[in-house]
T-cell receptor, first 111, second 116 residues
Framework: DAKTTQPPSMDCAEGRAANLPCNHSTISGNEYVYWYRQIHSQGPQYIIHGLKNNETNEMASLIITEDRKSSTLILPHATLRDTAVYYCIVRVTSGTYKYIFGTGTRLKVLA | GAVVSQHPSRVICKSGTSVKIECRSL??????MFWYRQFPKQSLMLMAT?????????EQGVEKDKFLINHASLTLSTLTVTSAHPEDSSFYIC????????????FGPGTRLLVL
């Protein structure tokens, strides 16, 4: 199962872009990268996912490198409510497609 | 939408009793549901995968006789913590995957269990 590595914490100024990196150097060709975030004492919230191409939705953008060994989640204009733990997950491709959570990045958005 | 609910949101019980936690997909059918446990300041750890109409698959180190999982319908899975002890106190979170091939998991709000 592919593992992910993320920095344990990051700070970002309110209104600025937050760029959260993730390394997944053992990813297989058909494994997707998913991003979730967890605000304190809540269940994880889905943000975005991708396979090869960059993706954008109303919450964020996902940039995946050409070799797919790393990705970056971009929150274009961070707000205080974006303070959370962000998890990068590589979804297992066989069987039940389970997620293996890493330790995540604790993002603190500063006023 | 893809809304998942859990009940109860928090529960306190005495040591030795059993506690049941429900996980429901409110606006979609879920062939597969997952149960996670999260201790303070730690990440989510997958406990088991629950498939509708069949036995759950447990992760290594999770006691299947202690954590009973039932997935009797496409919208409901239950986790029963049997003979709970203080070390079972944790945040239990479920997720559901839509029937029909979409692989994204949608998570419930979690249930906080405190065993006295």
């Amino acid at each position: 199962d592919a593992k992910t590595t993320q920095p344990p914490s990051m700070d970002c100024a309110e209104g600025r872009a937050a760029n959260l990196p993730c390394n997944h150097s053992t990813i297989s060709g058909n494994e997707y990268v998913y991003w979730y975030r967890q605000i304190h004492s809540q269940g994880p919230q889905y943000i975005i996912h991708g396979l090869k191409n960059n993706e954008t939705n109303e919450m964020a953008s996902l940039i995946i490198t050409e070799d797919r060994k790393s990705s970056t989640l971009i929150l274009p204009h961070a707000t205080l409510r974006d303070t959370a733990v962000y998890y990068c997950i590589v979804r297992v491709t066989s069987g039940t497609y389970k997620y293996i959570f890493g330790t995540g990045t604790r993002l603190k958005v500063l006023a | 939408g893809a809304v998942v609910s859990q009940h109860p949101s928090r529960v306190i019980c005495k040591s030795g009793t059993s506690v049941k936690i429900e996980c429901r997909s409110l606006d979609f059918q879920a062939t597969t549901m997952f149960w996670y446990r999260q201790f303070p300041k730690q990440s989510l750890m997958l406990m088991a995968t629950s498939n509708e109409g069949s036995k759950a698959t447990y992760e290594q180190g999770v006691e299947k006789d202690k954590f009973l999982i039932n997935h009797a319908s496409l919208t409901l899975s239950t986790l029963t913590v049997t003979s709970a002890h203080p070390e079972d106190s944790s945040f239990y979170i479920c997720s559901a995957r839509k029937a029909g091939g979409e692989e994204t998991q949608y998570f419930g709000p979690g249930t906080r269990l405190l065993v006295l």
